[in-house]
């Protein structure tokens, strides 16, 4: 073999040794490729429905890991936040559980012990006006049980009696403004057939919102050990009530007066007057501070709790939480010393 034949076969295995290697590059880079786009296709597929652990999305281990992520589905509107965020504000209790979101840019703007697990008073009764309004008809005629009134002594009922006639609306009213236990067990049996089944639907609502921190027990929020929340998880509650007009229009009302038909045809007028001491000018709002929607709660085991969507000067929508508070004017100091943060 001459030289020029030798010096042919070596370039051609040279040739033949990269073109090798470059298809082994190109079958890797395509691999490599599916991978990347099939765990993109499961990622933009995933499903809306299904519960929200704090704990579970995307892998992490810890609350304070998941913070640093974004969740897919679901998650992507939400407010992640660490268990503290802290800001210098004057507080009359720092054990209670606390929280300000800035609904517009998704921010944390403080959080206190938000994912600590805490009663919730009449705060449940958020639930239960979620699932009035995407379930009942508000025109539907009502007529009150001597088993809505069937509550724990000293539990907050309305001026209705058994036998009266109502609307759902005028229960939906009673319920958001008034807190009214009695409302709340009617709504419920009159959707559900029975507050145990309606207890159910609560539930299944609060895994489909991601309320992973939450398990209810009756549809008022009374007492119960085995009833139990985190502010984080109101904040996911009354973000969906949030979105609902029904509830923003009652939410912000003062008071309210009905005309219901007693058992006897009589036709009598009611006046409640809101258990929001913003709403009823007993407290003092922070200048340009404007209430979206609000609910309050209150039992011993609970504290004192508000939850509140408000507007700042500027316009722009907060979610403002204060739970566990020993009495109304830690409450109400906790709650004004947040709500000055949201126009700083």
């Known amino acids: 073999m001459n030289e020029d034949s030798r010096s042919r076969q070596i370039q051609y295995r040279r040739f033949s040794i990269f073109r ?34 704090l704990h579970e999305q995307n892998g992490a281990e810890d609350i304070s890991e998941f913070s640093q992520q974004t969740a897919e589905g679901f998650a992507t509107d939400l407010v992640a936040a660490e268990e503290e965020t802290p800001q210098e504000i004057v507080l009359a209790q720092d054990d209670c559980k606390m929280l300000l979101f800035n609904l517009e840019s998704k921010d944390p703007v403080y959080s206190h012990r938000i994912y600590q697990k805490i009663y919730p008073a009449s705060l449940a009764k958020i639930m239960t006006a979620i699932l009035a309004i995407e379930n009942a008809g508000m025109n539907a005629t009502v007529t009150m049980s001597a088993e809505d009134f069937d509550l724990d002594e000293g539990a907050q009922v309305s001026s209705l009696m058994p036998g009266d006639t109502v609307t759902m609306d005028e229960l939906f009213h009673l319920l958001v403004i008034y807190s009214s236990n009695d409302a709340a067990m009617a709504i419920a049996r009159t959707i ?30 009374l007492h119960n050990e085995e009833m139990y929340t985190t502010a984080y998880d109101v904040y996911l509650m009354l973000r969906q009530a ?75 929508a907060y979610t403002a939480i204060v739970m566990g508070a020993w009495n109304k004017t830690n409450l109400y100091t906790n709650m004004t010393s947040l709500l000055n943060l949201a126009n700083a």
Do not use: W
């Open 242 to 316: 949030y979105s609902y007009q029904d509830y923003l229009n009652v939410s912000q009302m003062a008071e309210y007066t009905t005309d219901v038909i007693g058992a006897d045809g009589t036709t009598r007028t009611i006046y409640h007057t809101s258990t929001d001491q913003y709403l009823t000018n007993e407290q003092t709002l922070p200048s340009g501070i404007r209430i979206l929607a609000s609910k309050t709660g209150t039992t011993d085991q609970a504290g004192s709790c508000l939850a509140l969507v408000i507007q700042n000067e500027y316009g722009v």
């Open 192 to 221: 559900a057939g029975s507050t145990d089944a309606f207890v159910d639907m609560m539930n299944r609502r609060a895994a489909e919102l991601g309320m992973s921190g939450t398990h209810f027990v009756n549809p008022t929020g």
């Open 20 to 53: 090798s290697f470059l298809l082994i590059i190109l079958a890797f880079a395509a691999v490599l490729f599916l991978i990347v786009f099939l765990h993109a296709k499961r990622a933009s597929t995933y499903a809306l429905d299904l519960a929200y652990d």
